[in-house]
């Protein structure tokens, strides 16, 4: 054994590829335990095994086999890669373990299929089982039929599809095997599970002994829908509900929706194949059906028959066949022939339903005239026949015929038709039945129920019964308004008995359920599908009743169908209100009125009714008035009423005043009471009669329209406008009009008969008065509003003058819309709403077509023209379409009959002389316009050939196809189009015309339609292969498609579709799918109110008054009826406002070419990724050559075509260089709008700029550089890094052009050479011009080595690749190039390196001759060592730069991985250290070098003072600064991307996570901290105050309540935000920018945190609060002081307002308040005074002075009155010129105040005002009794003595002592500590040199000048404040002096002894002083000796970037010993340094 021990040392992977088997083994139980081991799918690991498991199920060891499959098993389950192994190991299961004889194997090779099925790779394992099949081993053929049969009950029929299964049944049934046939038979048990009868037609021809066993088993399978018991793992939410229900036992509703979901999926027509029949016919077919003898008829017909038995067809051009069995059909006179012909096309129709479709509408007509025949076989036959066409169209498209047939004579015909409607019914649902549908069929039905033939009665109310029962009461009850109660009665009957097709749900609750009406045709096939015989559709329970639930069941349909039930409820509703109850009204006989009036009315009214004094009959109509008035509506009898008034002398009354009075109760009663037409009949006469009438006219209108409104405008205004008509008087007549008009727009355009008012304003036009004429002017713009253009079409005819007319007043209209009705609503639509309006206003739509006079010009289509259009000669042809066109044009309107000229049409689209093509599209287009929504029975016969033109190669011939079928589409609506299979074959075909051309319509269609044919989803794979097409145009056409086709179908479904693609394109599409998904538009709203619509405005809705819309918000399903109109008017709105709100993404422009709107770079998701993919998979040629080829030019030009846009492609790539300039400015244009884009093309860009640089035109090469100066600018500012592929096919060939002979040219290049380093790292570059250097070309190589010198002065040595060494060889060999300009560059470029690198450079040359080397070293000699300090350190700056910029940007735009990590390799090796990330400027060769940067790694442990826990008085103010500041992105250079990096870091600011806010805040700071930088803040301040005060909150109410956080980090995090606050406002230029609303703001946020309690707990929480303190000082004094001034005036408002805010809050505002007064001597002149002014007024205007006396401090009055104060001491009377900004003075005491302050002063002018009390006055009241004095005293002690108030305190007793010079201290300090005395001395007298102006104190409360070197705020070391000096007030040195000893001590430096501390004042000089007087004095020596000293210092270490680091370098020493003190940090530094190593 001794091999044993070599394999098993080897790895996993390794040992199982051993060839021992045993290692193999062992391998596979090994990889088994690694993968049950592996958590995480994605893990690397699995990636190594990929190609290995196939090998692990082939194993040749059977025992090994066993182990590797169990392997495989586990590593298919858990590997995230499973996925890519599927085919090769599905098809090694089935080859190599399907044929294993252990039972294990077979079982393990089943798991592992099924696995890889659960990972969503079912048809591939599928695929690969059904390859097994077809293998000659039997073994292997069972376990695929198991396995088959496994996975389907499993995971059922939706995963696993049955097509190709069931295709292969029946090859299996007939094996030589039993085993093979008994585990079909069980398969197909298990798939008749799922399918039920589907099975049965596909199985009809097995063996008929197996075909009863299969019945056997069959009947035994239980009838429960099976349900999917294993789950993909994309369907793990149905898993959980799955398992859910087992454990409740199967809920069985939970359990409905999956099977409804799968088991009616499958239809058995979707299984079968389909036979191609045309071919088959027997030859001499079309002669013998014309044959005399009806036996060679009957010959050719049964051979027909025969072959439509198959039960699928292939689709094809059945005209001419359909045609001759229609004419068998409707001529043949024997009977048994007509039956046969009426077999063949049902045949036809269920062999190719929806494919039928086109030819339904010829054929219907024919067979309902034929139902004359009385012969049962016939009849039948011919209803089979019907009824199967029936399914392949749809109720609407044969509307028309039917309709036409109900008229007819024969009863027998009347009755088939009404049974066929029936049937028909039957297969409606409320959707697909609208109202515009039940309402002419209702119409004509009524008739048939009417007739005197029972048969005919009966058959009419069988289908009125039908109809009642789909569309339910609501709709269908409007229309049988006026059917007698018995005859409802039956209808209702009738209705319970109808068994629908969809279940038996009724009315309301069908609607509700049924879902979508398409499926329901289909499955109710599936039983004429196989068995013919009967249409048993409703017998088969199972599949059909579900159907609708199938297709409907994606969410957006949910709530559809509802809808329209409610909407088409609320219409009915609107109609029955009025119309039921009260048209019933019998006409009453006088005597009754009489009776029934007297009932109500007071007696003597109706006595005096007609009387003969005017009078009389005056007082008695305002008593009938009264009690109309008073009387209930139930209560009224309107027609009794109105018959009283009407009672002579009725509307002949004489008297005007009576007259109008009467008319006025008529407008009462119909008002008021329940008013009938009956009623109205009784008196429209008379009103119509006065209507002209100059006193009562307007009273009679007013009546008119409260008629309207009770019985509806569009009756009322029939009967008005008949009776106005009908009498001679013409001012009756027009005023008639002019109320008609008006009542229009009141009422709304709904229900109005257009045609009976056309023909009396026909007759108006033609009147001799003028005023009706004008007045009928008036109403056709009116009706124009709401009809639209088509309204003219009826006055054409009129004389040119009159029609001029009228064409300008429809002009005037034209833009307009129609107003919302106003009346006649609230009454019809009861609870409808809306809703009710918008189901009548559909009317209209249908209405204004339908009324046009349509000619039926079908007789004029004869043989002799239909023949001359197909003739040979082109001329006659074109004769015969001429003669079609003026036919068209005379006719104006014709009717759908238009005989044989579709067909003739037809073949004339495909003419091969194109101009008659055009012809043929010009007459489509005319025939569009005069048969209305008519021609849809025609879209599929003649519309889909167009489309099929749209694939022609000439333009002009495709633009006139796509405008014709947009014309037909305004008509027809886009369902139409979408139905069946047709739009899907066109798009199969591969034209690239078509395919774009067909794509841009659809995508330009489909955003209006709010629903679609499921249909469309056969259009997606075509789709799929569009987005991969060869041609550029077709695939942005797919592409811009894509959205509108997901809006309809789902990404769900759009995403399934994808699986039957390759798994490349797979992986594109889906790509595609989910950015199509985010750019998803939403479906178009249903349209609001009907009237609120644009129709005047939107012309081209041809007639479409888009109220049609309306109708179509209910019937929303896949079918929706209305579709058309919807799409007409959702066309006419789309164009108007852009399809419904979204961008339309196809431009509907003809010409694409003449388009240059759009974006001309187009983005496709990964598509440069996939560029570069096919790139390194050698797909593509790689960009690499010495002159461009013709194949890389069409490759790049290929490339292109789908992301950029066509016509700049062209200009690109044009001959001619004028072009190409033209394509560059444009590129140039867009770059900044188009980022992205660009960016995505940018691989592509640079290739195409790479060829011009081969072009010999030098404007191209400039314009060319031009733009690339600016791409790289833009680049860089975008972050962006290019991608190694961008590089290697660009920088080589920009190189090339280095060695330009033109200075200029060159000059770009370099200069795009050192932008490019921003965004590719420099090392990379240099390799690229490393490879220049060995051109041919000596300008390039000296260019070359120049540009490398550069390198390595900006970058260091670290750029040279491979390594220093090699590169200085290399640049050294150039050093003895025979040009003299090349060796110059050589020797500049290594005296370069010499200088940032010394004598090493040598070393790294290696052997030069000694030519070389003497020129060498002159060289040097001469440049005399002098490196300048200033590149050196932009050197060491500047790789910083780049290279944090690369840092941050991976983190804005995901810059390509593979930089990244070298990147930060490179980071770490810039700087001349290696071992630091610090940089240091070498100016300074002293020894601190070291120390410093190792310092800053110790500094970043832990700031340097904190550890020491100093007494409380010496504790600096410590601004601890963030770690991470060694790596942080440094800003770029000031002009390239500052501000969106700003923006960037400020954003972070205020981010959640700590630790980027510190970082982010420690860029700030570093910016801030650089003079030249720091104004690129500049504009940026008020975004980053808000940022941080932001942060102050987040950390106030988040990060300090939060328990887990460590509360060092939130200390950190103040401290940066404090530190970074500090530079900032120590910057006084920006400081100013703060605006006072963030001010405001800022200062609440530090005073809240100066008072959080929680802050002083934390350990370091004193010295936060300290800093903070420090801050508010420095926010004070440098902000600018009006805005500060402002924002704490605002803050102290706010705060005294705030009940929550604590008094704390506001005293500490005040504070800042008074500090702010006591600068105002300084900054008077600076503050905008008008609006301190206009704040403080509204502060007194708020708070007046009563209210702030009632504070709980006197605090706020007081700040109050001592700013005012000061203000008037400063400003003098002219103070009161500032009061401009406030508008009303007297709403505050300011100004009053402001006057008596003033008169004040002027009144102490003479006496002492001595400016330098400010405050004295206010502080402390003059006429303070001597009793007060005491608690004075105590008062300002205790202040002192308190931590925040020190500082106030002190200036309260020097302020006292001035005023009080005799006032006695002492007793208050004798108690006191020897150091609070000193201390309070000293306080004073600092005071008083402050106050005495003897110049400020330096070292003061700032940060100390050295700052600006710095890495940390100073503060942190400089420490300024005193003992308890909060306010941060300027102190002595005598502390300093204090604290240095102490740090000198704790340095282990020598000191005085320490523990005998001598008081702090004797510190101040050795001699303890006596005197007070000279004490100041002493202070001004010791001052100017501690400059002195600091001076030495800044000398010292002014650059090193350690200054303060351990608050050593500002530590003062002593000014005796300051030389010393050099030497002494001289040896410390020795000390540390030593320690250190």
């Known amino acids: 054994m001794g091999d044993d021990s070599e394999w098993m040392k080897l790895p996993i992977d390794q040992k199982c590829e051993h060839k021992l088997w045993k290692a193999r083994l062992n391998g596979y139980e090994e990889a088994l335990k690694l993968f049950q081991k592996i958590d995480d799918e994605k893990s690397p690991e699995w990636s190594k095994y990929l190609g290995l498991i196939k090998k692990f199920v082939t194993d040749s060891n059977a025992v090994a086999q066993l182990k590797g499959l169990e392997a495989a098993l586990a590593y298919v389950e858990n590997a995230h890669v499973a996925g890519k192994t599927t085919g090769e190991v599905a098809s090694g299961v089935v080859n190599k373990v399907f044929n294993q004889p252990k039972a294990r194997a077979k079982e393990l090779g089943l798991d592992i299929c099924l696995m890889y099925i659960e990972i969503e790779k079912g048809e591939a394992v599928q695929e690969e089982l059904l ?414 009743k579900k159907a609708p639930a199938v297709k409907s069941g994606g969410p957006p349909k949910k709530g559809k169908p509802a809808a329209a039930a409610g909407m088409g409820g609320a219409g009915a509703k609107g109609k029955k209100g009025p119309e039921t109850k009260e048209i019933f009204e019998s006409e009453l006989s006088i005597e009754v009125c009489e009776e029934k009036a007297a009932a109500v009315l007071p007696a003597s009214c109706i006595q005096q009714l007609d009387s003969g004094n005017w009078k009389e009959r005056l007082a008695c109509m305002e008593e009938f008035q009264k009690a109309v008035e008073l009387m209930e509506r139930s209560e009224m009898p309107c027609q009794a009423l109105v018959r009283m008034l009407a009672k002579k002398p009725g509307w002949k009354e004489t008297n005007f005043q009576v007259m109008q009075m009467k008319l006025h109760i008529v407008a009462l009663i119909a008002q008021k009471g329940n008013f009938s037409k009956t009623s109205a009949q009784v008196v429209l006469d008379g009103l119509v009669d006065k209507v002209g009438d100059v006193k009562c006219g307007s009273n009679a209108k007013e009546a008119m329209t409260a008629i309207a409104e009770a019985c509806q405008l569009p009756w009322t205004a029939e009967q008005v406008v008949a009776m106005a008509f009908s009498q001679k008087n013409p001012k009756n007549q027009s005023e008639t009009l002019n109320w008609l008009s008006n009542a229009i727009k009141e009422f709304g355009f709904s229900g109005l008969n257009v045609k009976a008012f056309i023909s009396n304003v026909k007759t108006a036009l033609a009147a001799t008065n003028p005023a009706v004429r004008t007045s009928a002017i008036t109403l056709l713009g009116v009706m124009y509003l709401y009809v639209g253009p088509p309204l003219r079409m009826f006055f054409e005819d009129e004389k040119p003058a009159l029609l001029s007319q009228i064409d300008a007043e429809f002009e005037k209209m034209q833009g307009q819309t129609a107003p919302a009705p106003t009346r006649g609503i609230s009454r019809h639509s009861g609870g409808g709403g809306d809703d009710g309006e918008e189901e009548e206003q559909e009317d209209v739509g249908n209405d204004v077509v339908d009324l046009l006079p349509r000619t039926d010009i079908g007789d004029k289509i004869t043989a002799e023209l239909v023949s001359k259009i197909g003739d040979k000669n082109w001329k006659i042809r074109k004769e015969g379409l001429d003669e079609v066109t003026s036919i068209i044009n005379d006719a104006k309107f014709i009717q759908p009959n238009i005989g044989e000229l579709p067909a003739a049409l037809k073949s004339r689209l495909n003419d091969s002389n194109k101009i008659l093509v055009q012809q043929t599209l010009s007459i489509l287009q005319q025939l569009a316009t005069a048969m209305g929504p008519n021609i849809k029975q025609h879209v599929k016969n003649l519309g889909i050939p167009v489309i099929t033109v749209l694939g022609d190669s000439k333009n002009n011939v495709r633009a006139a196809a796509l405008a014709t079928v947009n014309a037909w589409a305004e008509q027809t609506g886009m369902k139409e189009w979408l139905e069946g299979e047709d739009l899907s074959e066109e798009l199969k075909k591969e034209n690239p015309f078509l395919r774009q051309e067909l794509l841009g319509w659809l995508a330009e269609k489909l955003p209006t339609l709010r629903s679609v044919p499921s249909d469309l989803l056969l259009c997606v794979p075509h789709l799929y292969s569009c987005l991969e097409d060869r041609n550029g145009d077709v695939r942005k056409k797919a592409q811009d498609a894509l959205p509108f086709f997901m809006m309809h179908l789902g990404f769900e479904k759009m995403a399934k579709a994808t699986g039957k693609l390759k798994p490349t394109s797979k992986d594109q599409v889906l790509a595609m799918l989910e950015k199509a998904k985010a750019n998803m538009p939403a479906k178009p709203a249903p349209p609001v109110k009907a009237s609120s619509r644009v129709v005047g405005g939107a012309a081209p809705a041809k007639f479409q008054p888009a109220s049609a819309l309306a109708e179509d918000s209910g019937s929303n399903n896949v079918e929706s009826k209305p579709d058309p109109k919807k799409a007409k008017a959702g066309g006419a709105s789309s164009k108007a406002k852009g399809v419904q709100g979204k961008k339309v993404l196809s431009k509907p422009n003809l010409k694409e070419d003449d388009d240059k709107s759009g974006p001309i770079f187009i983005i496709v998701p990964n598509g440069k990724e996939q560029r570069m993919k096919d790139e390194k998979g050698l797909k593509v040629l790689k960009w690499n050559f010495t002159t461009p080829r013709d194949e890389y030019i069409e490759q790049l030009k290929t490339q292109m075509s789908s992301c950029v846009a066509k016509w700049l492609q062209d200009e690109m790539f044009h001959a001619d260089f004028q072009h190409h300039n033209k394509a560059l400015a444009v ?596 006429k303070a009794s001597k009793a007060k004095v005491n608690d004075i005293l105590a008062e300002i002690f205790k202040k002192i003595g308190s931590k925040e108030n020190t500082k106030e305190g002190l200036a309260e007793l020097y302020e006292y002592k001035k005023k009080y010079s005799d006032a006695d201290i002492e007793p208050f300090l004798k108690n006191s500590s020897q150091f609070f005395q000193s201390y309070v001395e000293r306080g004073l007298r600092l005071i008083e040199t402050e106050r005495e102006g003897k110049g400020r104190i330096a070292a003061s409360t700032g940060i100390s000048p050295q700052m600006e070197g710095t890495c940390v705020p100073a503060s942190t070391h400089t420490v300024s404040s005193s003992i308890g000096n909060t306010n941060g007030e300027e102190v002595g040195p005598s502390v300093y002096l204090e604290r240095l000893k102490i740090l000198r001590q704790r340095c282990g430096l020598d000191n005085a002894k320490q523990e005998d501390r001598p008081p702090l004042m004797s510190l101040l000089s050795k001699p303890a002083v006596p005197t007070v007087a000279s004490s100041t004095d002493m202070l001004h020596s010791k001052l100017s000796q501690l400059r002195e000293s600091r001076e030495q210092y800044q000398h010292l270490d002014l650059d090193s970037n350690q200054t303060h680091s351990s608050g050593i370098g500002t530590t003062l020493a002593s000014p005796s010993s300051a030389a010393a003190n050099i030497d002494d940090l001289k040896k410390r530094l020795e000390r540390i340094k030593s320690s250190r190593k």
Request: net charge neutral; charged share 30%; with cysteine.
């Open 1227 to 1822: 590129m140039i244009e867009h770059l900044e709008s188009e980022k992205d884009g660009v960016i995505s093309c940018l691989d592509l860009i640079l290739k195409w700029l790479t060829l011009r640089f081969f072009d010999t035109n030098t404007s191209v090469l400039m314009k060319a550089l031009e733009y690339l100066k600016l791409l790289f600018n833009l680049l860089s500012q975008e972050e962006y890094h290019l991608t190694e592929n961008e590089a290697s096919s660009f920088i080589p060939y920009l190189i090339l052009k280095v060695g330009e002979p033109k200075d200029v040219i060159r000059k770009d290049v370099r200069a795009i050479l050192n932008r490019m380093c921003l965004i590719y790292p420099a090392s990379k570059m240099f390799t690229f011009i490393m490879e220049g250097t060995k051109s041919k070309n000596s300008k390039q190589r000296a260019e070359c080595l120049e540009e490398l010198g550069c390198l390595v002065e900006s970058y260091g040595m670290n750029v040279c690749q491979p390594t220093p060494g090699k590169a200085l060889k290399e640049m050294a060999t150039h050093i003895g190039d025979r040009d003299n300009t090349v060796r110059n560059a050589a020797l500049n470029t290594i005296v370069t390196v010499y200088n940032v690198h010394g004598d090493q450079v040598f070393k790294l040359i290696g052997n030069l001759s000694e030519k070389d080397m003497s020129m060498l070293e002159e060289r040097i000699k001469r440049s005399a060592k002098r490196p300048s300090a200033a590149p050196v350190r932009q050197a060491e700056e500047k790789p910083q730069r780049t290279q944090n910029i690369s840092a941050n940007a991976s983190m804005l735009r995901k810059g390509p991985a593979e930089d990244m990590s070298s990147k930060l390799n490179q980071n770490r090796n810039m700087g001349s250290h290696s071992e630091t990330t610090h940089t240091v400027p070498r100016e300074f060769q002293l020894d601190l070098d070291e120390i410093e940067n190792d310092n800053g790694t110790v500094r970043c442990e832990m700031p340097a003072l904190v550890q020491h826990k100093l007494d409380d008085i010496f504790e600096p103010v410590l601004i601890p600064e963030p770690k991470i500041r060694a790596v942080s992105p440094h800003f770029d250079d000031m002009h390239s991307n500052t501000a969106s990096t700003i923006n960037f870091v400020i954003s972070q600011v205020a981010s959640g996570d700590i630790n980027t806010s510190i970082q982010a805040l420690a860029q700030i700071d570093e910016v801030l901290r650089q003079e030249d930088k720091a104004e690129a803040m500049s504009g940026h301040i008020d975004q980053f105050l808000i940022a941080t005060f932001m942060q102050l909150r987040l950390i106030y109410n988040t990060h300090m309540a939060d328990e887990k956080l460590d509360k060092d980090e939130i200390v950190k995090l103040y401290s940066c935000i404090i530190g970074s606050m500090i530079s900032l406002f120590q910057i006084e230029s920006l400081a100013r920018e703060a605006s006072t609303g963030v001010l405001k703001d800022l200062m609440h946020g530090l005073i809240t945190l100066m008072l959080d309690s929680r802050v002083e707990d934390l350990e370091e929480g004193e010295q936060v609060i300290r800093s903070v303190n420090l801050l508010v000082v420095k926010v004070l004094e440098k902000s600018d002081q009006t805005n500060i001034l402002s924002a704490l005036l605002v803050l102290l408002q706010d705060s005294l307002l705030a009940t929550a805010s604590s008094p704390k809050f506001s005293e500490l505002v005040m504070k800042c308040l008074w500090r702010m007064v006591r600068l105002l001597p300084e900054t008077i002149n600076s503050i905008n005074l008008d609006r301190i002014l206009l704040d403080i007024h509204i502060f007194m205007k708020v708070f007046p002075k009563e209210k702030l006396k009632q504070c709980k401090s006197e605090f706020p009055i007081r700040t109050l009155k001592t700013l005012l104060h000061t203000l008037c001491k400063l400003k003098g009377p002219k103070i009161l010129d500032h009061l401009t900004m406030i508008d009303n003075k007297n709403e505050s005491e300011l100004e009053a105040h402001l006057c008596r302050v003033m008169k004040h002063s002027m009144d102490q002018t003479g006496s002492k005002a001595d400016k330098d009390t400010e405050k004295g006055a206010s502080r402390i009241e003059e």
């Open 131 to 544: 390859k097994g099949l077809d293998n000659k081993n039997p073994k292997i053929i069972v376990a695929c039929i198991e396995t088959l049969r496994k996975a389907l009950s499993e995971f059922g029929s939706k995963i696993i599809s049955l097509k190709p299964i069931i295709k292969v049944l029946p090859k299996l049934f007939e094996s030589r095997e039993k085993a093979v046939r008994d585990e079909a038979k069980l398969l197909a048990v298990e798939i008749y599970r799922w399918i039920r009868d589907a099975l049965r037609p596909p199985l009809q021809n097995i063996n008929s002994v197996q075909l009863k066993e299969l019945e056997e088993e069959w009947v035994k399978v239980s009838s429960a829908a099976p349900k999917q018991t294993r789950f993909l793992r994309s369907q793990q939410e149905l898993k959980a509900k799955f398992e859910q229900q087992q454990a409740v036992g199967g809920d069985a509703d939970g359990g409905g929706d999956d099977e409804e979901e799968a088991v009616p999926q499958v239809d058995a027509y979707e299984l079968l194949e389909a036979v191609e029949i045309l071919s088959k016919l027997p030859k001499d077919f079309y002669e013998k059906i014309e044959a005399k003898k009806w036996q060679e008829r009957k010959e050719a017909l049964e051979a027909v028959e025969l072959l439509v038995k198959n039960p699928k067809l292939e689709s094809g051009d059945y005209a001419d066949l359909v045609k001759v069995l229609k004419k068998v059909v409707g001529k043949d006179t024997n009977v048994m022939l007509v039956a046969l012909a009426a077999k063949c096309l049902a045949g036809l129709a269920a062999g190719l339903r929806k494919k039928f479709g086109q030819y339904a509408g010829h054929v219907v007509p024919t067979i309902l005239e034929k139902f004359k025949e009385k012969k049962p076989q016939v009849v039948q036959a011919l209803q089979e026949a019907i009824d199967a066409i029936f399914l392949t169209t749809t109720l609407q498209n044969i509307s028309e015929d039917v309709l036409a047939v109900m008229d007819n004579k024969n009863p027998t015909i009347k009755q088939q038709t009404s049974l066929f409607i029936a049937r028909s019914f039957r297969h409606c649902t409320p959707s697909t039945l609208p109202k515009s549908l039940l309402k002419p069929f209702c119409a004509a039905l009524l008739k048939h129920i009417n007739d005197s033939a029972p048969e005919v009665r009966d058959a009419g109310f069988e289908a009125l019964g039908t109809a009642l029962k789909v569309a339910g009461e609501k709709a269908v009850n409007p229309f049988l308004a006026d059917v007698d109660k018995l005859k409802l009665d039956r209808i209702k009957e009738c209705a319970e008995k109808v068994e629908l097709v969809y279940g038996k749900k009724t009315g309301g609750a069908a609607e509700k359920k049924e879902g979508k009406p398409i499926t329901g045709k289909t499955p109710a096939l599936s039983g004429t599908g196989g068995d013919k015989e009967t249409k048993d559709a409703a017998t088969k329970p199972g599949p059909l």
